[in-house]
């Protein structure tokens, strides 16, 4: 049962100095989780405040709804009263996030070295595009880490060009990643009472995520694929259209009435032909030896989908969500982004959140997948740039004049 005061991070202070999608996406995590992040950005803001903006001079929905459940400071880092005040807060931070380009925070005057003389209790977490060696040097932005971690090459159909994933694995993907090293170093510092520097690189984060592409590369020295349905091998693995590749074959057939996204996604085990075969009307292809069994169908998977679809087809796929459910059969139906945010049971799980803003009024997050019997989380509006300048400054000792005098310098 909930406490209904504490949470997991209460106490914890993040010093957020990320921007864009994959650092925001890491920190919001673990403002959910209780910390206090307070986001520091150059006197212009996160330029997401400014980018794909539905309406004028509101922050925009990429920005409002990566930052939620922080607080709002500028600080001008290039200048030295910023870099004093930056210092201090460092000196009372438990976690600094960053992900600017790579040599940023160094060029800044904050090196890891000169961090750790300030705070040697600072965990200090630092997203990139790639790790240390030739790519180094490099920025990154979403879909090239797709591109260089493994996702385009396996993604797509065989005769088509490899594709990227709407599923933001190089961004939100590394920025979970990020919150899982933090958490870690967190729970080390209880031992050591050291801080320690936590670094994860986008590319890195993808290929953990196609780590099973990894295992069908190994093991296409030893023959073909039979679980793809490909029918030529080379040397490396193939795009394989909507097959997992798994143990358990599964396809997306067309439901009615066409639109789309009226597919339904379906996985044949090994017990579930025999049901699924009664249900499209075709019961004797349960016993037939051609069906009958796993390895019957195995070199003709295309061929089993297309009579699954020759049923669904005339389905919608709620009715063929409920019927193939009824008999045990794994499917999903393909929910486009119009039916998640309306969907009801994502609102009662708390999923889609709406959220009241002083600028663009109510609007739709997506919530917090982590649910924690004694952390519950409550999704607070991202802050407006700068809105709590004079609170976090006078958390340093600074007066109101003082914060109205750093203002006027460009300092703030
Ligand atoms: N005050 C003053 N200057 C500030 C500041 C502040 N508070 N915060 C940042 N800056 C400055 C930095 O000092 C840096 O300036 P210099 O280059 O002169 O040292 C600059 O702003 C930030 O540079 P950047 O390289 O981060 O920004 P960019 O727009 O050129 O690149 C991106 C953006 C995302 C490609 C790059 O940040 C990057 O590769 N990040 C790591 C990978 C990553 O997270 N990518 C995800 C992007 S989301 O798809």
Not at 8 to 23: E, I, N, P, W
Not at 45 to 67: A, C, E, H, K, W
């Amino acid at each position: 049962m909930s406490n209904g005061n504490t949470k997991a991070l209460q106490g914890v202070r993040v010093l957020d100095m990320t921007h864009v999608q994959s650092g925001p996406s890491a920190t919001q995590i673990l403002g959910w989780l209780g910390a206090d992040v307070v986001k520091v950005e150059a006197p212009g803001g996160d330029i997401t405040r400014r980018q794909l903006r539905d309406l004028p001079d509101v922050d925009s929905l990429y920005f409002t709804m990566l930052n939620c459940n922080k607080r709002s400071v500028t600080l001008n880092m290039k200048s030295d009263r910023g870099k004093e005040i930056f210092t201090e807060l460092v000196r009372r931070s438990d976690i600094m996030v960053e992900n600017f380009g790579p040599g940023a925070v160094d060029r800044m005057g904050f090196t890891w070295e000169r961090l750790q003389e300030i705070n040697p209790r600072l965990i200090y977490a630092s997203i990139k595009g790639f790790g240390p060696g030739r790519y180094a040097d490099y920025k990154a932005y979403e879909v090239i880490a797709q591109a260089m971690g493994g996702s385009m090459s396996t993604t797509g159909f065989e005769d088509g060009p490899p594709l990227a994933t709407g599923a933001q694995i190089g961004d939100s993907g590394t920025g979970i990643h990020t919150v899982a090293g933090i958490l870690a170093a967190l729970y080390q510092r209880e031992a050591t009472g050291r801080g320690q520097r936590v670094q994860v690189a986008m590319q890195h984060a993808v290929l953990n995520l196609c780590r099973v592409k990894l295992r069908d590369q190994q093991r296409l020295t030893h023959g073909a694929l039979a679980e793809y349905p490909n029918e030529d091998f080379g040397d490396e693995v193939p795009r394989s259209g909507n097959a997992s590749g798994g143990g358990q074959p599964g396809w997306a057939v067309r439901c009615a009435p066409g639109g789309p996204n009226d597919y339904i996604y379906v996985i044949v085990q090994p017990p579930g032909w025999a049901p699924i075969a009664k249900l499209i009307g075709r019961p004797e292809l349960a016993e037939d030896p051609e069906w009958a069994t796993p390895e019957a169908r195995l070199p003709k998977l295309d061929k089993m989908f297309q009579l699954i679809e020759e049923w669904s087809i005339r389905q919608s796929k709620s009715h063929a969500l409920a019927e193939l459910n009824a008999l045990g059969v794994p499917c999903g139906p393909i929910l486009s982004t119009r039916e998640l945010i309306e969907d009801t049971s994502l609102a009662e799980n708390e999923m889609i959140v709406d959220v009241d803003h002083p600028e663009r009024g109510t609007f739709k997050t997506v919530g917090s997948p982590l649910k924690l019997s004694d952390s519950p989380v409550d999704v607070v509006r991202s802050p407006l740039l700068g809105e709590h300048n004079q609170e976090i400054y006078a958390e340093l000792g600074l007066t109101p004049e003082d914060v109205t005098g750093l203002k006027t310098d460009g300092v703030i």
